[in-house]
């Protein structure tokens, strides 16, 4: 049986708008497991960021729990909770957030000089990561600008890779990139799956989302529905119908 990495209870959140609440998340009873690749998928404005980013504690909820293990990450002060963010989990955002003005190898050194001290073993991982999402070495004092948008996304992988999380969260890693290099993005996703990382990552892209094993559906700030596809097979027509009628069936 997979072991459960977070698990929320009644997780919900609100905003104030113009004095009235404006239920986005609504009592969400969820659990990711260890080693999946999950996808979110739903419609515009039914939630899937808001989801990410609180059980990745980026945000907090309203009401309820977000259980990694015994920790509940909703009772962790904000010095608490940027230590567990460091320890556990790594993101990837749509846009990437590099640092323009260091070079690739110390934007990804920055993140795992926040966990290891040492500045030798440090530097060590941020190379064998970047080696790893195939930014190879003469890359490595390139700038950002230097680089393709794929490239910076690997890049921006490496960094919500360095620290070794229990989970990397990814929002819409592949939107602003071109059918080639998101494809390079999502293989880099793919791979460090395979080799055991934990994923959960938002998009509106059935491309994307077929590199998953387990699709989350989202409405209305609910999970309507679960698709589990089983290991990414690439050009696997079987997965491919199963993701479509699922989607069809979810009123995608
Ligand atoms: N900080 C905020 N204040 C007020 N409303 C917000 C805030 N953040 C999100 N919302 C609202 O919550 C709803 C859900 O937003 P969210 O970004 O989670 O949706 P989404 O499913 O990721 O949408 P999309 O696919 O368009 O990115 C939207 O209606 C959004 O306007």
């Not at 980013?53 to 309820?64: C, F, K, N, Q, R």
């Not at 559906?217 to 698709?227: P, R």
Request: some cysteine; overall charge neutral; charged content about 25%.
């Amino acid at each position: 049986m997979q072991k459960v990495l977070i698990q929320t209870k009644k997780l919900s959140k609100s905003f104030s708008n113009g004095g009235n609440l404006f239920h986005v998340l609504k009592n969400i009873d969820l659990e990711i497991y260890q080693g999946d690749f999950t996808v979110i998928m739903g419609p515009s404005g039914a939630g899937k960021s808001t989801l990410l980013y609180a059980i990745s504690g980026m945000d907090t909820p309203s009401l309820g729990s977000i259980c990694y293990g015994d920790i509940d990450i909703t009772k962790l002060n904000q010095n608490e909770l940027a230590l567990f963010r460091r320890d556990n989990s790594g993101f990837v955002f749509q846009s990437i957030y590099l640092i323009d003005s260091m070079s690739v190898l110390d934007n990804v050194l920055a993140s795992g000089l926040l966990k290891n001290k040492n500045k030798k073993e440090a530097v060590k991982k941020a190379k064998e990561t970047l080696l790893a999402v195939d930014i190879k070495e003469e890359y490595f004092n390139k700038f950002p600008n230097q680089l393709s948008g794929g490239e910076c996304q690997r890049v921006g992988i490496a960094r919500a890779l360095v620290n070794s999380p229990s989970v990397v969260f990814a929002d819409e890693p592949t939107g602003a990139l071109n059918s080639k290099t998101g494809k390079d993005v999502l293989d880099t996703l793919t791979e460090a799956n395979r080799l055991g990382q934990t994923i959960v990552m938002v998009t509106h892209d059935i491309t994307s989302a077929r590199r998953a094993n387990r699709i989350l559906y989202i409405k209305d700030g609910e999970i309507a529905g679960e698709c589990i596809l089983g290991p990414y097979i690439p050009h696997d027509s079987e997965r491919h119908q199963k993701l479509n009628d699922f989607l069809l069936e979810m009123g995608w």
